[in-house]
């Protein structure tokens, strides 16, 4: 059993290398711990991040993280951590406005990567996406709209060395005329983290499974790396533990 950190499973299928990372969910196995574990590692060892949040607010990730034993306030006080509160984005603007929102969004966040990667202490830049769904839902359903800004955020990864972290709800995309959003986060993957339940049911010590997929478009390196990981979670108060199925006892 190995809990989240230098050499854990989940930090092992997913290496260093990815840009862009869409993390895959369902009501039965909800992956937001994936996202407060990639935004604890994002804040260690001098890192930023810019966290975009639709679903929850601050408040409620200052208390997760910190029982995890990263203080989110100090990160958000010493500049190493922007907070954006969207849970009213984009403020009551009219449908033909949406576009000008997400614009100005945009802007903001590239303001804040150009700021904090500039200087001799500049370290790992990762952009978060709590729910992209709510993003789409904001846009008054227009995914072209959400594609066109994540579309940016992936060109800014490539021009300042930075990573993207989206969450979607699969299970939201279920039926084969809504998949067009989930099919374009798959395509600009480099790596695919998929959250499920466990295909035999409920287990009391066992909260799902877990998928790496390694597209291996990134790294000459990983190219004979193994490109699918599965394996079981258990989320805790102050972390998760990663295993594979038979080795807890």
């Known amino acids: 059993m190995e809990e989240y950190g230098g050499g854990d499973l989940l ?20 992956g937001a711990f994936v996202l407060h574990l990639l935004l604890k590692r994002a804040l260690a060892g001098g890192g930023a991040a810019a ?15 910190r029982k995890m034993g990263c203080n989110l306030s100090l990160h958000r006080r010493n500049e190493r951590l922007h907070f954006f509160e969207l849970q009213a984005f984009p403020g009551g ?27 001799e202490n500049a370290g790992q830049f990762t952009i978060m996406l709590d729910d992209v769904s709510l993003l789409e839902v904001a846009a008054h359903g227009s995914v072209d709209n959400v594609l066109d800004f994540l579309y940016y ?16 709800h699969e299970d939201i995309y279920a039926v084969e005329e809504n998949m067009g959003l989930l099919l374009h986060l798959r395509h600009i993957a480099d790596l695919v983290v998929k959250a499920a339940p466990l295909s035999t049911g409920l287990a009391a010590d ?44």
């Open 206 to 249: 066992v909260h799902g499974q877990l998928s790496v997929i390694n597209k291996g478009t990134f790294s000459e390196q990983r190219a004979k790396a193994q490109k699918v990981w599965s394996f079981h979670f258990k989320v805790k108060e102050n972390g998760t533990d990663f295993f594979y199925p038979g080795s807890r006892h």
């Open 93 to 119: 603007a009219r449908e033909g406005a949406i576009a000008d929102c997400f614009v100005r969004l945009y802007s903001e966040i590239q303001r804040v990567v150009e700021a904090t990667r500039t200087g």
């Open 153 to 168: 955020c992936v060109t800014l990864t490539s021009e300042m060395n930075c990573s993207l972290v989206i969450l979607i």
């Open 11 to 30: 930090s092992e299928a997913m290496g260093s290398a990815a840009r862009v990372v869409v993390v895959e969910d369902c009501v039965e196995a909800p």
């Open 51 to 65: 966290f975009l949040a639709l679903a929850q607010p601050f408040t409620h990730y200052d208390r997760i993280l």
